[in-house]
């Protein structure tokens, strides 16, 4: 299949699809499309299978019924058009490694042996770390990173091998307001500057609502797609929570969602 074709396809679709994992059906019966350059939220109560979907994406978990595809291909087939970042990178990453080495490793970590990094190699890592801004860091361990830091870094490690989607498994549950702020603003740059997909896991949509074109929401055991305003709704959160939410404006016309506890 060409690039060309692989743009043209859906960057993520699927058609009945049901998954079950340890004798337990997860969620079933779920149509969906993401078009590819969506940036795209992953929301649902605790347990109801958000990661459980990536996975899915990832090829990890196979569907128990129905098609998925991605950009095209079956799960897994082609998942060097995938940049990921998982929740737990910081417990994960070593604390002695240089921060550009550990970028490094989107390249050259599927590689056996111990072969020196090419010069291109090289080049790329350096690509990768301006486009996340991280140039300046880019030579110190990750122990002495900040969170922000170190998620720039999962960031960079995710692009380095030029995805067309990005994956992120709660990337802003760590950080503080300022650094959520600046992490979502980047995610949007890098969305509309590399025309990547954006998948982005989330437990408080707030900080994303702005740049956000849509949301995968699981719920009552299927997984919905639908635009952020239709998703942002009171009745369907407090439903998908259990709990009272409320939308409200704030005084910029911007959408905000609160426990109304």
């Known amino acids: 299949m060409s690039a060309n074709d692989a743009v043209a396809d859906p960057a993520l679709s699927f058609t009945d699809v049901s998954v ?27 347990g109801a299978g958000k ?7 990832l090829g990890l978990v196979p569907a128990a019924t129905g098609t998925v595809r991605i950009f095209g291909e079956q799960p897994g087939a082609r998942n060097d058009l995938i940049g990921y970042v998982p929740q737990d990178y910081d417990v994960n990453a070593t604390e002695a490694i240089r921060a550009r080495d ?9 590689r056996w ?8 190699d090289r080049r790329r890592v350096d690509d990768a770390l301006r486009q996340v ?30 995805p067309r989607m990005l994956i992120l498994d709660e990337p802003l549950a760590s ?13 949007a740059r890098l969305r509309r500057e590399l025309g990547v997909t954006v998948i982005v ?3 408080d949509l707030n900080p994303l609502l702005a740049t956000l074109d849509s949301a995968i929401y699981l719920l009552d055991g299927h997984a919905h797609h639908a635009a952020i305003d239709q998703v942002v709704e009171a009745d369907l959160l407090t439903h998908m929570y259990g709990t009272p939410i409320k939308v409200a404006h704030t ?3 911007d959408l905000y969602m609160r426990s109304s506890e």
């Open 20 to 46: 079950v994992r340890g004798g337990r059906t997860i969620w079933s019966q779920s149509t969906l499309q993401v078009d590819a350059g969506r940036f795209v939220a992953v929301i649902g109560a605790n």
């Open 51 to 57: 990661t459980t979907l990536l996975n899915v994406i």
């Open 102 to 110: 550990a970028v490094l490793l989107g390249l050259t970590g599927h």
């Open 113 to 120: 042996g111990f072969a020196r990094p090419t010069a291109q």
């Open 133 to 162: 801004e991280a140039t300046s860091f880019g030579n110190r361990r990750l122990s002495e990173l900040s969170g922000g830091q170190r998620q720039r870094i999962a960031l960079a490690g995710a692009l380095v091998s030029a």
């Open 175 to 187: 950080l503080d307001l300022r650094n959520q702020h600046e992490i979502v603003e980047l995610l």
């Open 201 to 203: 896991v989330a437990h």
């Open 251 to 253: 005084l910029q016309g």
